[in-house]
């Protein structure tokens, strides 16, 4: 009998360290999933040098586009962030958001007061996102990551090379002065616009092949 309850609590610490050990896993997997990669890889970021929000007065609005280029992967995850600016929630998750750019889709992304009277939560969808900042002048930057690790390296897909990673894409983005009707565009460094063939890398890592890749774009330098 005796032994029977030391073979049932053996059993029970083993399955409670389990069940203990998979909500790590589930909340550390849960944190990469919503906070920007801590990272100054040139090959993985794209900056916009300004961004404001300002009650009564301004918002930021930012695109973010996959067109499909021949080098790029189908999908290719982000994760965008305010910098230095105050947010609703003012954690590392909540001055972010992150999501997955399929080929041809564009993202929104709105930077906007907590009192902004139209750009709320009820905006948000799949492909619309928001960062609510504090109700009072906020001002910073933009900085956006891509997710994958090894973005210098390619994937073979019908015998093209295509790569995930951020120079692949289109960012454009406004700070719209609602009081006036007008604005003015933001300047992203790093991404698809902004790229060239890299020169950063071995010729062996940049060198495309003849109808089938041009090789890693070089991001941020």
Same mark, same amino acid.
């Not at 609005?61 to 003012?90: K, R, W, Y």
């Given at each position: 009998?005796?032994?029977?309850?030391?073979?049932?609590?053996?059993?029970?610490?083993? *399955?409670?360290?389990? +069940?203990?050990?998979?909500?790590?896993?589930?909340?550390?997997? $849960?944190?990469?999933? $919503?906070?920007?990669?801590? $990272?100054?890889?040139?090959?993985?970021?794209?900056?916009?040098?300004?961004?404001?929000?300002?009650?009564?007065?301004?918002? #930021?609005?930012?695109?973010?586009?996959?067109?499909?280029? %021949?080098? /790029?992967? =189908?999908? +290719?995850?982000?994760?965008?962030?305010?910098? /230095?600016?105050?947010?609703?929630? !003012? $954690? /590392?998750?909540?001055?972010?958001? @992150?999501?997955?750019?399929?080929?041809?889709?564009?993202?929104?992304?709105?930077?906007?007061?907590? =009192?902004?009277?139209?750009?709320?939560?009820?905006?948000? !969808? *799949?492909?619309?996102?928001? @960062?609510?900042?504090? %109700? &009072?002048?906020?001002?910073? *930057? @933009?900085?956006?990551?891509?997710?994958?690790? !090894?973005?210098?390296?390619? #994937?073979?897909?019908?015998? +093209?090379?295509?790569?995930?990673?951020? &120079?692949?894409? %289109?960012?454009?983005?406004?700070?719209?002065?609602?009081?006036?009707?007008?604005?003015?565009?933001?300047?992203?460094?790093? !991404?698809?616009? %902004?790229?060239?063939?890299?020169?950063?890398?071995?010729?062996?890592?940049?060198?495309?092949? *003849?109808?089938?890749?041009?090789?890693? /774009?070089?991001?941020?330098?």
């Amino acid at each position: 009998m005796k032994s029977c309850r030391i073979r049932a609590e053996k059993f029970f610490w083993k *399955s409670f360290s389990g +069940i203990v050990l998979l909500l790590f896993l589930f909340a550390s997997q $849960t944190q990469a999933q $919503t906070t920007v990669p801590e $990272t100054n890889s040139k090959s993985r970021v794209v900056i916009a040098p300004y961004a404001q929000a300002v009650p009564n007065n301004s918002y #930021t609005f930012i695109s973010v586009n996959h067109p499909s280029l %021949d080098s /790029a992967l =189908t999908q +290719i995850g982000v994760g965008l962030e305010v910098v /230095a600016m105050s947010t609703e929630i !003012d $954690t /590392a998750a909540g001055r972010a958001v @992150i999501f997955t750019i399929d080929a041809g889709e564009t993202h929104r992304i709105f930077v906007a007061n907590n =009192t902004h009277s139209t750009i709320t939560s009820s905006i948000k !969808d *799949s492909r619309t996102h928001l @960062i609510s900042t504090q %109700d &009072s002048a906020q001002f910073g *930057s @933009i900085r956006a990551v891509g997710i994958n690790e !090894d973005p210098t390296t390619a #994937t073979t897909v019908n015998g +093209i090379n295509k790569f995930d990673n951020l &120079s692949q894409l %289109d960012f454009w983005g406004v700070v719209y002065v609602e009081s006036s009707g007008t604005g003015f565009p933001m300047e992203f460094i790093g !991404d698809a616009q %902004d790229s060239t063939i890299g020169r950063n890398f071995h010729p062996s890592i940049l060198g495309g092949v *003849s109808g089938k890749s041009t090789g890693v /774009a070089r991001g941020v330098n």
